[in-house]
């Protein structure tokens, strides 16, 4: 854990600051190349189309090279994508460009559960995730005012959003080189651990996975046709709408109101994404401890829902930035237990397959979430409207949860 855990979580943090810094490169680009509020939406969601097209390709080949070299391969590419982006000169550059990023970066989330996977037993995998998986709001907490601070860079003929772009992807590029150097894929390669912590670790690693080749796996597609699937997958669709529709436009949201510096507002936009670490956190022991996971998942979606619809209505920046908090806190505080009962549902599936479904079709949601808000943007210039419609997206979400899990209390009560 301490071994891997601090170094796999700050290539997260790069990757998720690398897919989110955007929003705070429009504040400029907006004005200086030109760019509508729709153009930005949409060209913030592409990510996605890129994420969910090569999400299989990626996985595949990531088995047959190894996850040492193609992460390392996939963190230098979307590094050098990043850099690139200071290229960007309209609306056709900045599609195509966070496509590509998207493409790039497709293979990286499934890669490093997979690394986990083979590292750590079922008993420490759980716990190793959740610690993973906060690296989300904390990439924001780390990088919204260092980018917000590097907009003021000016020099060498480069704007600050390009100086933001290119300063931003070199730690992909250079951690990317030391993923290849440094990783040991597996424990057989572990330097750091004796011959009988080695021996004990490969025993129990063996042994869960001798029992998982006993149980009876479905194929990718088996789990593409599943109602059971698609349920789930619709559920963690509004997860994603609120988390990047909110992300990505929360810089944008925050100057529009408080009219402040571009520092500034990246020091005020830190404040949604420390509530959102406490609230993951929280809400994921609670869940663990009591073993529900059904309330646990609506109850977050409907109060986000609910801070989405506040500072839809409101028109003071206090009341806004502490809405956004609640409805960021509450989308983001689903995943854990949504993912632990979303894993206890895949009976007579591939769990693998499951979660590759589930992940692929939810994440389109970071499509439609920055897109809504462009769209609304630009018919009658605010945000309450993007709002309105995420919020409508992850109620549903929460009403979703209920009666998929209402689903499995039934299957539990009559197993025939």
Not at 114 to 140: C, D, E, H, I, Q
Not at 288 to 312: I, K, M, N, P, Q
Not at 379 to 403: D, E, H, K, M, Y
Request: glycine share 12%; proline share 4%.
């Amino acid at each position: 854990m301490w071994r891997l855990m601090p170094f796999l979580f700050l290539l997260y943090i790069v990757a998720y600051l690398d897919r989110i810094n955007v929003s705070y490169g429009v504040l400029q680009m907006r004005g200086q190349l030109g760019l509508s509020d729709r153009v930005y939406g949409r060209a913030a969601g592409i990510f996605f189309a890129g994420y969910f097209f090569f999400q299989l390709p990626s996985n595949l080949v990531l088995e047959k090279f190894g996850v040492r070299r193609w992460i390392s391969v996939l963190m230098i590419a979307w590094g050098l994508i990043s850099c690139l982006m200071i290229f960007i000169r309209g609306p056709i550059s900045f599609y195509v460009m966070r496509f590509l990023l998207g493409a790039a970066e497709a293979g990286f989330f499934p890669g490093m559960i997979f690394y986990m996977k083979r590292w750590f037993p079922a008993s420490a995998r759980a716990r190793a995730v959740a610690w993973f998986m906060t690296a989300n709001p904390l990439a924001g907490i780390v990088g919204s005012p260092i980018s917000g601070a590097l907009l003021g860079l000016h020099g060498a003929g480069l704007a600050g959003w390009q100086w933001m772009f290119l300063t931003e992807g070199m730690p992909a590029i250079i951690l990317g080189a030391v993923v290849y150097v440094t990783l040991a894929d597996t424990p057989q390669e572990a330097h750091w651990l004796s011959a009988e912590e080695k021996a004990r670790l490969l025993e129990t690693l063996q042994s869960e996975r001798l029992a998982e080749s006993l149980v009876p796996q479905a194929n990718y597609w088996q789990a593409a046709i599943s109602p059971r699937i698609w349920l789930l997958s619709l559920v963690y669709f509004g997860v994603s709408t609120t988390m990047y529709g909110v992300t990505l436009w929360l810089p944008s949201v925050i100057r529009a109101f408080s009219g402040l510096s571009y520092f500034w507002t990246g020091v005020v936009a830190v404040i949604p994404f420390i509530l959102t670490t406490a609230a993951m956190v929280l809400v994921g022991m609670r869940s663990d401890r009591t073993g529900e996971r059904r309330w646990h998942t609506a109850l977050s979606a409907f109060v986000a829902a609910a801070g989405l619809v506040v500072a839809g209505y409101t028109h003071s920046p206090v009341l806004v930035v502490a809405a956004i908090s609640l409805g960021l806190a509450g989308a983001e505080s689903m995943v854990g237990p949504f993912w632990a009962l979303a894993t206890s549902m895949m009976a007579g599936l591939s769990a693998g397959a499951g979660i590759a479904v589930i992940n692929s079709l939810g994440n389109l949601g970071g499509y439609f979430g920055p897109d809504i808000i462009g769209f609304f943007r630009s018919g009658n210039g605010g945000f309450r409207g993007g709002l309105l419609a995420i919020g409508a997206t992850v109620a549903l979400s929460g009403l979703t949860a209920l009666i998929v899990g209402r689903q499995r209390g039934d299957q539990k009560a009559n197993p025939a």
